[in-house]
């Protein structure tokens, strides 16, 4: 009988840590101005990443910010065992076109925003397993490639209401490992205090409210997350004060008021160490970015560069990393189906240095 | 350091096998008067599955295939650790209103037409890493949502050229866990003779060879399920007569011949034990089906129905099972891009009841 390492419904823990070798982040202007802008790694002008569609700039800045995140590891593609990657197009075509273009065997993963989360759990069963010593976690979304995709092309010019997010322009990478890294000028990821650890998942459900508006995804993925972090709590026997940070996807102003409502009725009040990355991102009011920013390249950018490093340092010592997603596509949305959402929990946390 | 069970440049080997407690298929009329219509569990003549929607239809179908697998193995949805799911629609929407909808933990995925290959090999490292002692893979096709999605929806009355593969209506799904399923009448995994092992994967890679004909995906596929096969076989230092069968998943009459082509230029000849899930689905001369049959319900209904059995009942020895995609969207395809393949590959054993 094999030993299993779940814990309670839907989380398990990993029997030894597995850590975080480095991790990258690159957006595009918008973000570039926003309050994170002194965190990315790199801030692209060019919305079009030097290429000719919309769809091929996410491509090239999905394979450019899982090669910069390789790199900061001190590896070449060929040690990475696997690349786990995805994004929000149809048919998850710019992870096809991008990160599955590094010559790596490859998973390609479709979680809607949520896909950073989704991701990090598979890739680090995979370490965990021994089946493979560096994992590549990958995704992405582009504002005009998503907007194309889920609503209108830009060109339309259509109104968005208050509700309505702001897709984020970023790809987020994370390279996984059984070893912490080494020090290095170049890597956040290693500090004097010590490094990141992945210690437990919770895995999602779907849940579904029977919200039908696709520009107020906050609402749509609100109750998933209630859903994933009471669980992580229940399965960990936590409670939120046990997290120095509960940091949800891209809940915006609305799906987070909802969130904190919802769980305020199950007993638990998150008020106090509750963090959106898709407020995070921009600055609402003067950005003009509405309920705030969305996609699965915004809680990846912002894991990516600002989480991650203030685990490393040490500032915080164990958060809860709660991607979220909203499951349509423009067919199911047209058809009249409801959006369920699905969140994902992963822990993350600091641990010291030995060596 | 953690114990690695990885073999070769791609591929791993489970140190303690993860078994096949249960398969299902469910298709619809025309795969029901094909080949294999004594196989299947259960052949739906209504096309739309009681629902309104070609949408709709896939997701009944694929939640139905499921829960079908999940029965067969003596298990209610709560038994089930996680389920692993995807298709081909836009943002995998068969399977977030499929699988997605039976309350199971539920990561998506999207690989195309090798989507049940890459369900199976992340649903075994997950049991073989302890993080489950019961793991669903589910996925689905529907000939007239892939048409709609990729091509033109069905009432456009298109012509079709003969290097066309007609989708497969059906899904297909395998329950994976840590221990062998106990004898019982309802369930095929388990014979007098013994039962299924999953005992090595091979991850395949991006493989572009430039190809840009959507209507001739068996072309796109081949060399992706060449360097797969290939590696599978460097990896565990076989040759093909090491295995009683090499079973791709769809690449139908044209992506057969020029994957025997390109393997007979690396020295490995493959025509005395090669079958293609597409070529065993469908009559191709008399039922009009071109190519040969498609999606990735193809090779997972081919699995379930007829692969595993042979297995479970020691008629094959060992078999290496080769789902191939073909990487595309209908926007990647209008902007003039290539569709690139990839194949994985999932060795399946025999093994003798102990009990």
């Known amino acids: 009988m094999k030993t299993q390492h779940t814990a309670g419904a839907s989380s398990f823990s990993f029997p030894e840590p597995v850590y975080v070798e480095s991790a990258a982040s690159i957006v595009s202007k918008k973000e570039g101005e926003g309050p994170l802008a002194g965190y990315f790694d790199r801030i692209c002008p060019d919305p079009m990443f030097g290429t000719k569609t919309w769809e091929g700039a996410e491509s090239a800045l999905q394979r450019e ?41 490859f998973y390609g993963l479709y979680g809607a925003c949520s896909t950073m989360g989704e991701a990090l759990a598979l890739g680090a069963m995979c370490v ?141 009040d998150l008020s106090e160490n509750h963090s959106d990355c898709g407020l995070l991102i921009f600055n609402c009011q003067s950005q003009d970015t509405h309920s705030g920013g969305s996609g699965c390249g915004c809680s990846a950018v912002v894991l990516a560069s600002y989480i991650l490093p203030k685990i490393a340092s040490g500032e915080w010592k164990r958060v809860l990393f709660v991607p979220t997603g909203a499951l349509l596509s423009k067919v199911s949305f047209n058809e009249g189906e409801s959006i ?16």
């Open 65 to 105: 910010t899982a090669s910069l995140a390789i790199q900061k590891a001190g590896y070449s593609p060929k040690d990475i065992r696997m690349v786990l990657a995805g994004d929000l197009l149809a048919q998850t075509t710019a992870s096809s076109f991008g990160a599955a273009g590094l010559d790596i065997p």
């Open 128 to 268: 965990s397993g021994g089946f493979g010593k560096h994992v590549a976690c990958v995704t992405s979304s582009h504002f005009a490639s998503a907007e194309k995709e889920f609503r209108f092309p830009l060109g339309y010019g259509n109104q968005r209401p208050f509700s309505a997010t702001w897709t984020v322009t970023g790809s987020g990478a994370v390279i996984l490992g059984d070893r912490p890294p080494a020090l290095s000028v170049d890597n956040a990821m290693r500090t004097d205090a010590g490094c990141v650890a992945l210690s437990g998942i919770t895995t999602g459900r779907l849940v579904d409210f029977g919200f039908k508006d696709s520009l107020n995804m906050g609402a749509c993925m609100a109750p998933a997350a209630c859903d994933t972090i009471f669980q992580n709590l229940q399965d960990f026997h936590r409670s939120p004060g046990d997290y120095d940070q509960i940091l949800t996807g891209d809940l915006g102003v609305i799906g987070t008021k909802i969130l904190l409502d919802l769980l305020r009725k199950k007993g638990i």
């Open 340 to 355: 369920p959402g699905i969140a994902h929990g992963v822990v993350l946390e600091h641990r010291e240095a030995e060596e």
